[in-house]
């Protein structure tokens, strides 16, 4: 189970992080990352991070913006965003996978267990 926290209304230009949290069969999990949802889009792609290797990457809208990092010990990973835009805005979803998909880690349907979603709202 994935639960995603951290999400809200900012302002452009500010921070946010979120965090989610993986119970249940944390252990098995590799890659975790963030995908989001904008209004009228489909999913995409946002960071990702091996567990096994702490090799991290993200999309190039927000690779010089956002870090992800993990928490090992606390079964978490982790998504700071600054300089938000308002483009930013959408719903934060949390995914792992059970498999390493190697050069297609950013295609959803390599992921297996997904979070609720958070929504962050960037107004500008």
């Known amino acids: 189970q994935l639960t995603e926290s951290g999400g809200g209304l900012v302002q452009a230009g500010d921070s946010l992080i979120l965090s989610c949290a993986a119970s249940?069969?944390?252990?098995?999990?590799?890659?975790m990352g963030w995908f989001r949802q904008r209004p009228g889009k489909e999913r995409e792609f946002v960071a990702m991070?091996?567990?096994?290797?702490?090799?991290?990457n993200l999309a190039d809208a927000v690779k010089d913006r956002f870090t992800i990092s993990r928490d090992s010990t606390k079964n978490r990973i982790y998504l700071l965003m600054n300089s938000l835009k308002s483009e930013d805005t959408a719903v934060y979803y949390c995914?792992?996978?059970?498999?390493?998909?190697?050069?297609?880690?950013?295609?959803?349907?390599?992921?297996?267990?997904w979070g609720r979603g958070t929504q962050v709202t960037v107004s500008s």
């Open positions: 991070i091996r567990w096994s290797s702490d090799w991290a």
């Open positions: 249940g069969r944390s252990f098995s999990i590799d890659p």
């Open positions: 995914a792992a996978a059970t498999t390493w998909a190697g050069n297609l880690y950013y295609v959803p349907g390599n992921y297996n267990y």
